[in-house]
């Protein structure tokens, strides 16, 4: 019994992931009373800790970019997106941390911290899907892709990411809240259930476009494999042909993976927003953010910085007399 009040103390405490937070934080039975900081917990400090690893590894990469001339082609301007998106997801899970923890925490901190969240959470999964679309018309597009154009057509895309993320995140700032209606919460509170379900089926939205635009990929890459091997005159037993079918299934793979990470870190969090309802425990509410948060941190690691050029100007600005040699990686 003792075990259950501190881990149901510990969970209420900390319910959420930034977006949500504690329901005793709006106390019913006093109004006049003043909201004190709640005491610092395990998951307090993890949050914090998360929020700093995940604002310094996406401020490296959109510092990378932004400071090197040659990294304006499409794809690493849907990079600095996607790292600008996940940072100020980091900042808002710091913030969350200092309001609920350090100070006194109000409906203000609350609605602003949420706002900020859906934002760049809004802006991370547009951009994802951004990069995906990338990938499919440079292999579609050889010839032509990556031109001034091209440049230009992504960064008008940009723009209407952030200003379509920056629209949806204003909305709990705009009144569409649930802090004055507590029956219309859902599991994030003070979203409510229309808001919350509106944000997780446009991720399956963004999940359902990505899965089309990567199985695109995979058969633009067969189809060109094939069109090289008939040119070519390989024979299926061809070592050359079969290094290239190799590499291709490599190439496969690791998209498949990015894919896998993707969709395993969101889905949760979707599948509960859209079934589940404030009276269910913080504890799934917990256990369905951390891996959407933690998508934030692994965002750097699978699509940045597996890029070779983003790594050889890491690299050189850690050792600039030096000279590396790199394969080409996937990005």
């Given at each position: 019994?003792?075990?259950?009040?501190?881990?149901?103390?510990w969970?209420?405490?900390?319910s959420?992931?930034?977006?949500s937070?504690s329901?005793s934080l709006?106390?019913?039975?006093?109004?006049t009373?003043?909201?004190?900081?709640s005491?610092?917990?395990l998951?307090g400090?993890?949050?914090?800790?998360?929020?700093t690893?995940?604002?310094?590894?996406?401020?490296?990469?959109?510092a990378?970019?932004?400071?090197?001339?040659?990294?304006?082609a499409?794809?690493?301007l849907?990079?600095?997106?996607?790292?600008?998106?996940?940072?100020l997801?980091?900042v808002?899970?710091?913030?969350?941390?200092?309001?609920?923890?350090?100070l006194?925490?109000n409906d203000?901190?609350?609605?602003?911290?949420?706002?900020?969240?859906?934002?760049?959470?809004?802006?991370?999964?547009?951009?994802?899907?951004?990069v995906?679309?990338?990938?499919?018309?440079?292999?579609s597009?050889?010839?032509?892709?990556?031109s001034?154009?091209?440049?230009?057509?992504?960064?008008?895309l940009?723009?209407?990411?952030?200003?379509?993320?920056?629209?949806i995140g204003?909305?709990?700032?705009?009144?569409?809240h649930?802090?004055?209606?507590?029956?219309?919460?859902?599991?994030?509170?003070?979203?409510?259930?229309?808001?919350?379900?509106l944000?997780c089926?446009?991720?399956?939205?963004?999940v359902?476009?990505?899965?089309?635009?990567?199985t695109?990929i995979c058969?633009?890459a067969?189809?060109?494999?094939?069109?090289?091997a008939?040119?070519?005159?390989?024979?299926?037993?061809?070592?050359?042909?079969?290094?290239k079918?190799?590499?291709?299934g490599?190439?496969?793979?690791?998209l498949?993976l990015?894919?896998?990470?993707?969709?395993?870190c969101?889905?949760?969090?979707a599948?509960?927003?859209l079934?589940?309802?404030?009276?269910?425990?913080?504890l799934?509410?917990?256990?369905?953010l951390?891996?959407?948060?933690?998508n934030?941190?692994?965002?750097?690691?699978?699509?940045s910085?597996?890029?070779r050029?983003?790594?050889?100007?890491l690299?050189?600005a850690?050792?600039?007399?030096?000279?590396y040699?790199?394969?080409?990686?996937d990005?």
């Open positions: 019994m003792m075990t259950q009040n501190v881990s149901d103390l969970f209420e405490e900390s959420g992931s930034g977006m937070s329901h709006l106390d019913q039975s006093d109004p009373a003043v909201p004190e900081a005491p610092v917990s998951w400090v993890l949050l914090c800790v998360s929020g690893l995940i604002v310094s590894e996406n401020t490296i990469v959109v990378a970019i932004l400071a090197t001339p040659s990294l304006r499409p794809v690493f849907l990079l600095a997106s996607l790292a600008l998106a996940d940072l997801a980091g808002a899970l710091i913030l969350h941390f200092l309001f609920l923890f350090c006194e925490p203000w901190s609350e609605l602003m911290t949420s706002g900020l969240l859906a934002t760049s959470l809004t802006a991370s999964l547009l951009s994802l899907m951004g995906a679309l990338d990938r499919y018309l440079s292999l597009h050889a010839l032509t892709y990556g001034r154009h091209s440049r230009r057509c992504t960064a008008g940009l723009v209407l990411v952030w200003l379509g993320s920056f629209l204003s909305g709990p700032m705009l009144g569409w649930c802090l004055d209606d507590l029956t219309s919460c859902s599991v994030a509170r003070p979203l409510t259930r229309t808001y919350l379900s944000l089926g446009g991720f399956l939205l963004v359902m476009v990505t899965l089309q635009l990567y695109g058969r633009v067969r189809r060109h494999a094939h069109a090289i008939t040119q070519r005159h390989f024979l299926p037993d061809d070592q050359s042909y079969a290094s079918h190799g590499s291709r490599k190439g496969i793979s690791r498949l990015v894919l896998g990470v993707f969709v395993s969101w889905m949760p969090f599948l509960y927003g079934l589940g309802d404030a009276s269910g425990s913080p799934y509410t917990y256990a369905t951390v891996p959407a948060a933690g934030s941190m692994l965002n750097p690691l699978l699509y910085l597996r890029n050029d983003i790594r050889k100007v690299l050189h850690c050792c600039p007399h030096r000279h040699a790199h394969r080409p990686v990005v």
